[in-house]
C-alpha cells in the first residue's frame, strides 16, 4: 500500500483545481497520468514515470502499455501494479476519497480517483467528475 502524506486532502484538492485547467491529451493529461498526477500529488510516488514523454497518441499509448509494462489493456496494468505493490482491493462501494478506481468512463474504462462522493477523471476540457456508481473496481491507496 502506498503511504500517502500527511497533508494529502489539500494536496489532492489542490491537483483537481490545477486539473480543471487542463484538456485532455494523450501523453499528458490522459486517464493514466491524470490518475498519476492525483496519486503523486497525495505520496510523491510517480507510477506512470516509465510512461512519462513516451507517447502522443492513442496508439502510442498502447504500444507503451505493451513495451513498457508488458500489457494489452489498462485493466491489466493496474493488475499488474496493484500486484507489484501490492494494493489492497475493495469493493467500490467503500473507496475513499483518494482510492484508485477502474471506472466505465466515458469512452471505456479510465483510471481514474475517488473524490469525495465522485470520481474524478479527465475530461475534453478540464476534470469530469462521474457518480461513484461508475466504479467498477477500487484499491485503497
Same mark, same amino acid.
Given at each position: 500500500?502506498?503511504?500517502? %502524506? $500527511? /497533508?494529502?486532502? !489539500?494536496? +489532492?484538492? *489542490?491537483?483537481?483545481?490545477?486539473?480543471?485547467?487542463?484538456?485532455?491529451?494523450?501523453?499528458?493529461?490522459?486517464?493514466?497520468?491524470?490518475?498519476?498526477?492525483?496519486?503523486?500529488?497525495?505520496?510523491?510516488?510517480?507510477?506512470?514515470?516509465?510512461?512519462?514523454?513516451?507517447?502522443?497518441?492513442?496508439?502510442?499509448?498502447?504500444?507503451?502499455?505493451?513495451?513498457?509494462?508488458?500489457?494489452?489493456? %489498462? $485493466? /491489466?496494468?493496474? !493488475?499488474? +501494479?496493484? *500486484?507489484?505493490?501490492?494494493?489492497?482491493?475493495?469493493?467500490?462501494?467503500?473507496?475513499?476519497?483518494?482510492?484508485?478506481?477502474?471506472?466505465?468512463?466515458?469512452?471505456?474504462?479510465?483510471?481514474?480517483?475517488?473524490?469525495?462522493?465522485?470520481?474524478?477523471?479527465?475530461?475534453?476540457?478540464?476534470?469530469?467528475?462521474?457518480?461513484?456508481?461508475?466504479?467498477?473496481?477500487?484499491?485503497?491507496?
Amino acid at each position: 500500500m502506498t503511504r500517502r %502524506l $500527511p /497533508d494529502w486532502r !489539500d494536496r +489532492l484538492d *489542490a491537483e483537481i483545481q490545477r486539473k480543471a485547467l487542463c484538456a485532455f491529451a494523450w501523453g499528458l493529461n490522459d486517464c493514466c497520468l491524470f490518475a498519476c498526477d492525483l496519486v503523486r500529488a497525495m505520496t510523491g510516488r510517480d507510477y506512470a514515470e516509465a510512461f512519462r514523454g513516451r507517447y502522443s497518441t492513442p496508439i502510442g499509448a498502447a504500444r507503451a502499455l505493451r513495451n513498457v509494462a508488458g500489457v494489452s489493456s %489498462l $485493466p /491489466d496494468l493496474v !493488475d499488474k +501494479l496493484a *500486484a507489484q505493490e501490492p494494493w489492497e482491493e475493495i469493493s467500490p462501494d467503500v473507496a475513499a476519497s483518494g482510492d484508485w478506481t477502474l471506472a466505465a468512463g466515458t469512452h471505456g474504462p479510465t483510471l481514474a480517483v475517488r473524490y469525495g462522493r465522485l470520481i474524478a477523471t479527465p475530461g475534453l476540457s478540464g476534470v469530469e467528475l462521474l457518480p461513484a456508481s461508475r466504479a467498477l473496481r477500487a484499491w485503497i491507496l
